[in-house]
Structures are given as structure tokens and as C-alpha cells.
């Protein structure tokens, strides 16, 4: 697999490492190329979209996945969800999250850590933005947690070019 190129781009974010292809077998036919998918396709689709399910683990390893609502800001998705659902019971086992957006036709991955948040002003702004995308407050009551996920790992294609726009994306992340 060829090394991924850096990227110097200042329209790509900072903490940006690399950008290339995708890791994946030879058969699937990923060709190196000078250009790749930019992050600001991700982003728009990150922003734009109204469910994102997340992907979590059960301590007995077992995957678990469910739709949620939330938002893209910053450079991160947040979401909310109850401790004592399945995602909240796993999320305090193991940090460890997969995103994916509801499209394979125009396919956006993450991966990273939910990372709860706590700041009461945070808090604060982001039922402020949860409000206006969904027109409900985001759930802040005891038993309840707000997750932040910066993306380690995100891919993205389009079913009309694949696998000519196959891009992924590393990322320097300190969680």
C-alpha cells in the first residue's frame, strides 16, 4: 500500500495528519491518485445529515448499533443518549465509537472516542444548536450523558465514482 501523502492544504483542518486511500485489498481496485475526496465533502454531509448511528461494543465484544439524533460542530458530532440505554452501558465500558451516516450512496465514516461532556456553559450551546436543528431541547436530566467524538479515522466515497473517490483521513486527536 502506497504511504499516504500530508496535507498541507490550509483549508483542511489542523490536526489533519494524512490523506489517501483507504486501506483495503488490492481486489477492490483502489488506484493511488494526486487528488482525494477534500474533508469539506464530509463535513457538509456530517452537517447536513438528521440521524447518525453509532456503533459501540458490548464488554462481551459484541457490536451494537443505533440511530441517533445529533449535530456537527467544531470539528466534532455530539449526540445524547440515557447511561442505562445499551450504547450508554457500553460507552462507559469502552470508549471506542464507529459513525456512519445513513447513505451508502454517499458513504461518511467515523471512527474515535465519546468523550462526555460536562461543561455546564458547553452544555448550554449545544442544546442551543440541537434546538435549532431539531426543533426539541437536547435531553440534559440526571441519567442522561452528551458525547463529543473528534474522528481518529474517517472514509468517504460516492457510489457514482467509487472507487475513484475512495479517501480516508487520519487524524491527530487528543481525547
Same mark, same amino acid.
Given at each position: 500500500? @502506497?504511504?499516504?501523502?500530508? +496535507?498541507?492544504?490550509?483549508?483542511?483542518?489542523?490536526?489533519?495528519?494524512?490523506?489517501?486511500?483507504?486501506?483495503?485489498?488490492?481486489?477492490?481496485?483502489?488506484?493511488?491518485?494526486?487528488?482525494?475526496?477534500?474533508?469539506?465533502?464530509?463535513?457538509?454531509?456530517? !452537517?447536513?445529515?438528521?440521524?447518525?448511528?453509532?456503533?459501540?461494543?458490548?464488554?462481551?465484544?459484541?457490536?451494537?448499533?443505533?440511530?441517533?439524533?445529533?449535530?456537527?460542530?467544531?470539528?466534532?458530532?455530539?449526540?445524547?443518549?440515557?447511561?442505562?440505554?445499551?450504547?450508554?452501558?457500553?460507552?462507559?465500558?469502552?470508549? !471506542?465509537?464507529? +459513525?456512519?451516516?445513513?447513505?451508502?450512496?454517499? !458513504? =461518511?465514516?467515523?471512527?474515535?472516542?465519546?468523550?462526555?461532556?460536562?461543561?455546564?456553559?458547553?452544555?448550554?450551546?449545544?442544546?442551543?444548536?440541537?434546538?435549532?436543528?431539531?426543533?426539541? @431541547?437536547?435531553?440534559?436530566?440526571?441519567?442522561?450523558? =452528551?458525547?463529543?467524538?473528534? @474522528?481518529?479515522? !474517517?472514509?468517504?466515497?460516492?457510489?457514482?465514482?467509487? @472507487?475513484?473517490?475512495?479517501?480516508?483521513?487520519?487524524?491527530?486527536?487528543?481525547?
Amino acid at each position: 500500500m @502506497p504511504k499516504a501523502k500530508t +496535507v498541507p492544504d490550509k483549508k483542511e483542518p489542523t490536526n489533519l495528519i494524512r490523506v489517501g486511500l483507504p486501506h483495503v485489498p488490492a481486489e477492490y481496485g483502489l488506484k493511488p491518485r494526486k487528488n482525494y475526496l477534500p474533508w469539506s465533502h464530509a463535513e457538509k454531509r456530517l !452537517a447536513s445529515s438528521r440521524n447518525y448511528w453509532i456503533c459501540t461494543s458490548r464488554p462481551d465484544g459484541r457490536p451494537h448499533s443505533m440511530p441517533v439524533w445529533g449535530f456537527w460542530t467544531n470539528g466534532a458530532l455530539y449526540f445524547g443518549t440515557g447511561r442505562s440505554t445499551r450504547k450508554g452501558k457500553n460507552l462507559a465500558h469502552n470508549k !471506542a465509537v464507529s +459513525v456512519h451516516l445513513e447513505s451508502g450512496d454517499d !458513504a =461518511v465514516i467515523l471512527e474515535g472516542n465519546a468523550v462526555e461532556v460536562n461543561d455546564k456553559p458547553m452544555l448550554k450551546k449545544l442544546d442551543e444548536a440541537y434546538r435549532a436543528k431539531y426543533k426539541t @431541547p437536547l435531553l440534559i436530566a440526571p441519567g442522561s450523558a =452528551v458525547y463529543c467524538v473528534h @474522528p481518529r479515522i !474517517a472514509w468517504a466515497w460516492t457510489e457514482k465514482n467509487y @472507487p475513484n473517490d475512495a479517501t480516508r483521513w487520519e487524524f491527530k486527536v487528543s481525547d
